[in-house]
């Protein structure tokens, strides 16, 4: 199921605050790729991948995953689409303080009013080395602790395509180097889509296709 952006733009504000964030953004994502994008601070990285999965509308152009135009979905339609089609894996962990690293990985699952497949868990957790954490609160749990729950999280709902913005931005480079192999290695096994975005050369060297984006303009690295 390819994901099809059409001549995406962004624009915010107005007049003298205007800031065009995205400018015509034609891309397809062919299925199971792990596909990087790349570019320097404030280059619209995530203003791309917020248009791109479904979380804030563009100004001007269409996404179509599965030929099916997502934002001509109403917003309850279009989070449940969201829940449970895609991952989310961001900079800042994002789990819910009161809630055990199990409840947090659940939580995609639970909403829709579902019970999680145990077996699955498992062998997720097993995978991502963290089975043993199941019952701690995220602050009993290091940095690259929490990522993997959160990219456990993202996968719970055996999702088409894993979003990932920055997900190594606050970790060091131990556990970076960690939930990178994690993360790419998990997307293939459970067969998601992976589309990260990062301002690591390195990591955007591991991927099959990279992208680069500077003010709003995306284009491909040619490889070598
Ligand atoms: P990146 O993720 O590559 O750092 P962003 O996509 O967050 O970049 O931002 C692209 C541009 O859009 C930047 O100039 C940023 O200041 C601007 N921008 C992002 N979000 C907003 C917003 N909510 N309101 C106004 N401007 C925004
Ligand atoms: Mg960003």
Do not use: W
């Given at each position: 199921?390819?994901?099809q952006a059409?001549?995406?733009?962004k624009?915010y504000?107005?007049?003298s605050?205007?800031?065009?964030?995205?400018?015509?953004?034609?891309?397809?994502?062919?299925?199971?790729?792990f596909?990087?994008?790349i570019g320097?601070?404030?280059?619209?990285?995530?203003?791309l991948?917020?248009?791109?999965?479904?979380?804030?509308?563009?100004?001007?152009?269409?996404?179509?995953?599965?030929?099916e135009?997502?934002?001509?979905?109403?917003?309850?339609?279009l989070s449940a689409?969201?829940?449970?089609?895609?991952?989310?894996?961001f900079q800042?962990?994002?789990?819910i303080?009161?809630?055990?690293?199990?409840?947090?990985?659940?939580?995609p699952?639970?909403?829709?009013?579902k019970?999680?497949?145990?077996?699955?868990?498992?062998?997720?957790?097993?995978?991502l080395?963290?089975?043993?954490r199941?019952?701690?609160?995220p602050?009993?749990?290091?940095?690259?602790?929490?990522?993997?729950?959160?990219?456990?999280?993202?996968?719970?709902?055996?999702?088409?395509?894993i979003?990932?913005?920055?997900?190594?931005?606050?970790l060091?480079?131990?556990?970076?180097?960690?939930v990178?192999?994690?993360?790419?290695?998990?997307?293939?096994?459970?067969?998601?889509?992976?589309?990260?975005?990062?301002h690591d050369?390195?990591?955007?060297?591991l991927?099959?296709?990279?992208?680069?984006?500077?003010?709003?303009v995306?284009?491909?690295?040619?490889?070598?």
């Amino acid at each position: 199921m390819p994901l099809q952006a059409e001549a995406l733009s962004k624009i915010y504000g107005t007049e003298s605050n205007k800031v065009t964030a995205l400018n015509n953004v034609s891309i397809t994502i062919e299925d199971g790729q792990f596909v990087s994008i790349i570019g320097p601070s404030g280059s619209g990285k995530s203003t791309l991948l917020h248009l791109l999965s479904g979380i804030d509308k563009p100004t001007g152009g269409t996404v179509l995953f599965n030929n099916e135009d997502m934002y001509a979905l109403g917003e309850k339609e279009l989070s449940a689409f969201r829940r449970q089609k895609f991952g989310f894996v961001f900079q800042q962990f994002h789990l819910i303080p009161i809630l055990t690293a199990e409840e947090n990985i659940c939580m995609p699952v639970l909403l829709d009013r579902k019970q999680p497949d145990q077996e699955y868990l498992r062998e997720l957790t097993d995978f991502l080395e963290i089975s043993g954490r199941l019952s701690h609160l995220p602050h009993e749990l290091s940095g690259g602790q929490q990522q993997r729950v959160a990219v456990a999280r993202a996968l719970i709902a055996k999702p088409q395509i894993i979003f990932a913005d920055e997900p190594t931005g606050n970790l060091d480079s131990k556990s970076s180097k960690e939930v990178i192999e994690l993360l790419t290695r998990a997307s293939k096994q459970f067969g998601a889509t992976l589309i990260m975005i990062t301002h690591d050369l390195a990591i955007s060297q591991l991927s099959e296709r990279r992208l680069t984006i500077s003010d709003g303009v995306l284009s491909e690295v040619e490889s070598q």
